[in-house]
């Protein structure tokens, strides 16, 4: 235990856990709550309050390579400050907002102030900070999001209740002003990691993963993608996080759609986010052990299982379950594979590739992907719903992202190899050419 990089340096890791959840809870989770008493306040119809989340996702993925590229110029406590100085500047003007448009500008700069302070630079700073226990790190740091998700939406419930929206989006600036601000301009720094140095490869290729840093720092992010590994693990992100996504904002409508009433809606809700918390650690876990490879094709399979479970397959699965039974099963099946899957996504990149030099940048790419899928689980799972009268036919298309992302990462897997030799190459031509 005196060797673990956690022990010695829990002190960042819990400063970077507090800001992603006070961070993933006003972006993410307060929003959505907010959203039928903003639209009853601006007397607004269902298709034009949808615009909020729209303009937020949309905007993350504009700026999710700029804020890659910002990450590897200027690290990642740079961008944690200029990220929480932008939403404490756009948290106050929420309760301000005359029109649905002032709230819709908000929103977009919200989803560009994530891209510095979100999941993604998260995930590079624990790159900086960890190497044997990097998996693990980046699991445990992204549980705030599933924390965020159990902690955050009845708090703003109550104050919507008995203040009205305006009150309850007054949290925002009093938590990132208590909380994020401080931590991010007295506690976070960049890692001992952070500045990679070029060094001699190997002249063969290594079996091992410990032995791959040999090779990182003469990758950069261009020659990066020429790796077939790098776009399994960019299509990989755009399926899960189609059906990921597209879940967290439909999960309750869908509920409803089955008959059933708010306070069992949030019961469901809240068993996924707490068993993906399970999914999360124990993924972390298995991905820094010599089973990382099953594990993951595991998670895989779960959050396919998982998009199955809602069908009613007593009528030949053309319509959606009623039972209970079946519904708490897709909840603890589900969140396994969800918890699973997020941590998947997000540490094995860093795992894979974090010792390069450019993975910031390579981060900003991936995560882009991840927007793109979140951004159309969104709008087609909603579009399908207008369309077909239910969610049938976007679990249909759940199904299949599940099935092509379980397929992209057994190719990455089973093309593990080639990539090493891949990386090796230019390594080692580099070399001679020095000679």
């Known amino acids: 235990l005196r060797g673990s990089e956690l022990l010695r340096y829990w002190k960042q890791v819990l400063a970077a856990w507090l800001v992603f959840f006070v961070t993933a809870g006003m972006t993410y989770q307060a929003p959505p709550i907010m959203l039928d008493a903003i639209r009853r306040d601006f007397e607004v119809d269902h298709y034009r309050i949808a615009y909020l989340g729209a303009i937020f996702q949309l905007c993350k993925g504009i700026f999710t390579m700029p804020g890659g590229f910002a990450l590897h110029h200027y690290g990642c406590r740079s961008c944690f400050r200029a990220g929480a100085l932008i939403i404490l500047i756009a948290s106050a003007l929420y309760p301000l907002a005359p029109s649905l448009w002032w709230l819709a500008i908000l929103h977009g700069i919200y989803g560009a102030a994530y891209d510095l302070i979100g999941v993604g630079p998260i995930i590079v700073f624990a790159t900086t900070w960890f190497e044997g226990e990097t998996a693990l790190a980046i699991s445990i740091l992204v549980t705030a999001f599933s924390f965020s998700g159990i902690c955050f939406p009845p708090i703003v419930a109550y104050f919507i209740a008995h203040h009205g929206w305006r009150m309850a989006s007054l949290m925002c600036p009093i938590l990132t002003?208590?909380?994020?601000?401080?931590?991010?301009?007295?506690?976070?720094?960049?890692?001992?990691?952070?500045?990679?140095?070029?060094?001699?490869?190997?002249?063969?290729?290594?079996?091992?993963?410990?032995?791959?840093?040999?090779?990182?720092?003469?990758?950069?992010?261009?020659?990066?993608?020429?790796?077939?590994?790098?776009?399994?693990?960019?299509?990989?992100?755009?399926?899960?996080?189609?059906?990921?996504?597209?879940?967290?904002?439909?999960?309750?409508?869908?509920?409803?759609?089955?008959?059933?009433?708010?306070?069992?809606?949030?019961?469901?809700?809240?068993?996924?986010?707490?068993?993906?918390?399970?999914?999360?650690?124990?993924?972390?876990?298995?991905?820094?052990?010599?089973?990382?490879?099953?594990?993951?094709?595991?998670?895989?399979?779960?959050?396919?299982?998982?998009?199955?479970?809602?069908?009613?397959?007593?009528?030949?699965?053309?319509?959606?379950?009623?039972s209970h039974g079946q519904l708490l099963a897709f909840a603890i099946i589900y969140g396994l594979g969800f918890g699973g899957s997020y941590s998947l996504l997000s540490a094995k990149p860093a795992k894979l590739l974090g010792r390069m030099a450019d993975f910031g940048k390579l981060q900003g790419f991936l995560m882009l992907f991840q927007v793109i899928g979140g951004f159309l689980g969104t709008l087609l799972t909603g579009k399908l719903r207008e369309v077909t009268g239910s969610y049938t036919w976007s679990f249909y298309v759940f199904i299949v992202m599940g099935f092509l992302a379980s397929c992209h990462y057994i190719a990455l897997e089973l093309g593990k190899k080639k990539t090493l030799q891949a990386i090796s190459v230019p390594a080692t031509d580099r070399v001679e050419t020095h000679q």
């Open 177 to 322: 002003a208590l909380v994020v601000i401080p931590i991010c301009f007295c506690l976070l720094q960049d890692g001992p990691l952070r500045q990679r140095t070029q060094g001699a490869a190997p002249q063969r290729v290594p079996d091992s993963e410990e032995s791959q840093a040999q090779l990182m720092v003469h990758l950069n992010f261009w020659r990066s993608l020429r790796l077939s590994a790098v776009w399994h693990l960019a299509f990989l992100s755009l399926y899960q996080l189609y059906i990921i996504i597209a879940l967290i904002n439909t999960l309750t409508l869908y509920l409803k759609d089955v008959h059933m009433d708010l306070e069992l809606s949030a019961l469901y809700t809240s068993i996924i986010f707490q068993v993906s918390i399970a999914g999360k650690l124990l993924m972390g876990a298995a991905m820094d052990s010599k089973f990382q490879g099953l594990a993951g094709l595991i998670s895989c399979l779960m959050l396919l299982l998982g998009t199955l479970l809602p069908l009613d397959f007593s009528k030949g699965g053309r319509q959606l379950t009623q």
